[in-house]
Structure formats: C-alpha cells, structure tokens
C-alpha cells in the first residue's frame, strides 16, 4: 500500500498555526482506506482525526513544527450535531453502511462538502427506510 511512499518527499510549508490543508482528491490515487486516517470510524462513536505521523509516514516535513501527536482536523467541522443527539459510528458501519452513503464521494473533493444534512429529519427518514429504531431515547437522553 505504501510502495508509492518511497519516492515521495512533498513539503508542507505551512506554519504550526496554520490549519494544514488537506484534500481527499489529492490522495485518492493512492486508494487508501478510511480508516487508515480515521482510526475509530468503524469502533467508535466519532471517526477521529489522523495524527501527523500519520502524514509523515509519506511527507518528508522540515518545515511544520508540529509534533508528532498533533491531529489534522478542520477548524470548523462540517459533519457536527449538537451535545443532546447522539450517534455512533460504530454502531452504522456495524449495520454495513458505507462512509460514501452519508459522506459522498470524499475522494473527489478538495474540500469535504456536506452530504447528510445535520438534522433530525434526514436521521429519521434513512432509520424509517431502513426499518432502525425511531424511538426519541435512541438519540436523546430523556428525563433531564
Ligand atoms: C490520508 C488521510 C485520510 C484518509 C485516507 C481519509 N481522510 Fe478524511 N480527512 C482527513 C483529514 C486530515 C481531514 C481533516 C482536514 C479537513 O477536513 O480539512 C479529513 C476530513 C474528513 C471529513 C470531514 C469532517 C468534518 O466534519 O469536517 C470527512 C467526512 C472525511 N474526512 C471522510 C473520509 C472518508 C469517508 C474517507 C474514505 C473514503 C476518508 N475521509 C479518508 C484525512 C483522511
Ligand atoms: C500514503 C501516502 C500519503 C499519506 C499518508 C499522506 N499523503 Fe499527502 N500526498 C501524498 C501524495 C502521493 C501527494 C501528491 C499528490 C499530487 O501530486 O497531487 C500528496 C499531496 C499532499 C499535499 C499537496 C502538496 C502540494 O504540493 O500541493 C498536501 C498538502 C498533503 N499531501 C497533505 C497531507 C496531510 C496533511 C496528510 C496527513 C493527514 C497526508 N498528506 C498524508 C501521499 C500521502
Ligand atoms: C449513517 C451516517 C454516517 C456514516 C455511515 C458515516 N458517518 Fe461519519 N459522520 C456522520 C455524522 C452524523 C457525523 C457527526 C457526528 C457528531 O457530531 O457527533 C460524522 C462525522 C464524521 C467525521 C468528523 C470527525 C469525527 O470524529 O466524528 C469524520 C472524519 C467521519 N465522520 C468519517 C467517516 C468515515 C471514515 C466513515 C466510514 C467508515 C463514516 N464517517 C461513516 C455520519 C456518518
Ligand atoms: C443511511 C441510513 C442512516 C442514516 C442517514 C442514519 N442512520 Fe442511524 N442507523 C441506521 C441503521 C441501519 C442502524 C442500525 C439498526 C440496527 O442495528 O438494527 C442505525 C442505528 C442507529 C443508532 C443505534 C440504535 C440502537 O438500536 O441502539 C443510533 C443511536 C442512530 N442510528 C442514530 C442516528 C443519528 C443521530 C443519525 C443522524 C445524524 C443517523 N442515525 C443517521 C441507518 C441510518
Ligand atoms: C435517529 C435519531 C433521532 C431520533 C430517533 C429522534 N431525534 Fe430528535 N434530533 C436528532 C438530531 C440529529 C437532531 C438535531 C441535532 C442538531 O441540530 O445538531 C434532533 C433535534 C431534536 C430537537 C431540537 C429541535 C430540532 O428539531 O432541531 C428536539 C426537540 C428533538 N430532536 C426531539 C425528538 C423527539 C421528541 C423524538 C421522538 C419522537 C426524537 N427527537 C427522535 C436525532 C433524533
């Protein structure tokens, strides 16, 4: 997977403070797998963001100052509920739905646009469709 890896020595000549640009489409000849970058798309409740390691196991990078640890994450998410809805992503890769069926075809954009609309329609109406659970606890916690 990472034969292509050897030959390459990309600079990213951003600043630490700077967001570091990120496309999808740049990468999508390498067909890498999501969760090569999003670590818990398919364990956890949120997909996550890569560490910069992540990015050096390609990028030869002198010249950014992040540390290794640091995440590559948007300043302003475009898939983010509000705290009182919850929702899983384990629990939809589980049910065998792919990353493409909420978030489009990412590896076609330079940057992600959004696909599922942040609403409680657009939930409710994929779980009627597809005969998941439609009961208000599911995705609130009631009571408080
Ligand atoms: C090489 C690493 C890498 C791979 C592989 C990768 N991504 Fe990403 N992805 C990122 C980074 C870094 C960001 C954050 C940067 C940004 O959006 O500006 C991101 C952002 C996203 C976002 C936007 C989140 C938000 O709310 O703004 C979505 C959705 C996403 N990726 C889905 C996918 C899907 C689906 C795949 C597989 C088809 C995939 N990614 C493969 C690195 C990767
Ligand atoms: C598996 C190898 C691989 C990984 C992992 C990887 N990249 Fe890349 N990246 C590439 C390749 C190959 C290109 C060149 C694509 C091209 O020429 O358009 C590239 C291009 C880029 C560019 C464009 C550079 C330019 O000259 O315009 C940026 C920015 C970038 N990557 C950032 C990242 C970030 C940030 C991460 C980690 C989230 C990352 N890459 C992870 C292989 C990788
Ligand atoms: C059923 C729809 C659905 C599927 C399938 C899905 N996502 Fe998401 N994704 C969402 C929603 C909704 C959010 C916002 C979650 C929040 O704010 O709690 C999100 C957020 C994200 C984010 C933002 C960061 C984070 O940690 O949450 C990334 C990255 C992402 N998804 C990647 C993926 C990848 C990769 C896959 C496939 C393995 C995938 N998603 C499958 C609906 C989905
Ligand atoms: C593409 C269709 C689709 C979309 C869009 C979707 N879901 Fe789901 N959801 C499912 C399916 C299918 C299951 C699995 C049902 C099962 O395991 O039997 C599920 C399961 C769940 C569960 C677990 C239910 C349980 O029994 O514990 C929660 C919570 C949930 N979804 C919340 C959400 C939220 C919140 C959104 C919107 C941000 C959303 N879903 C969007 C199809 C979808
Ligand atoms: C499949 C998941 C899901 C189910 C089931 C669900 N909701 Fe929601 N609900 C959401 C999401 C997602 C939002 C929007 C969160 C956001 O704005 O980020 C929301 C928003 C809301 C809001 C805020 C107002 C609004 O419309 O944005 C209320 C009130 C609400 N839900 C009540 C309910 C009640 C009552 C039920 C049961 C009849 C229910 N919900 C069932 C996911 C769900």
Same mark, same amino acid.
């Given at each position: ?20 640009? !990120? =496309? &999808?489409?740049? *990468?999508?000849?390498? #067909?890498?797998? +999501?969760?090569? %970058? $999003?670590?818990?798309?398919? @364990?956890? /409740? ?40 919850? !929702? =899983? &992503?384990?629990? *939809?890769?589980?049910? #065998?739905?792919? +990353?493409?069926? %909420? $978030?489009?075809?990412?590896? @076609?954009? /330079? ?34």
């Amino acid at each position: 997977m990472l034969r292509l890896a050897v030959a390459l020595l990309v600079c990213l000549s951003v600043r630490a403070a700077d967001p570091v640009p !990120f =496309s &999808h489409k740049r *990468h999508a000849p390498l #067909k890498l797998d +999501c969760v090569y %970058c $999003h670590a818990t798309a398919k @364990t956890g /409740e949120r997909a996550s963001y890569p560490k910069s390691s992540v990015c050096k196991t390609c990028h030869v990078d002198k010249a950014t100052a992040l540390a290794k640890t640091d995440r590559i994450e948007p300043e302003t998410s475009v898939y983010m509920l509000a705290e009182f809805a919850y !929702f =899983s &992503h384990a629990k *939809h890769t589980g049910a #065998k739905i792919a +990353c493409q069926k %909420c $978030h489009g075809e990412v590896w @076609t954009m /330079e940057e992600v646009t959004q696909v599922l609309p942040m609403t409680m329609k657009a939930c409710v109406s994929c779980h009627r469709a597809s005969h998941a659970p439609t009961a208000c606890n599911k995705c609130h916690e009631l009571g408080q």
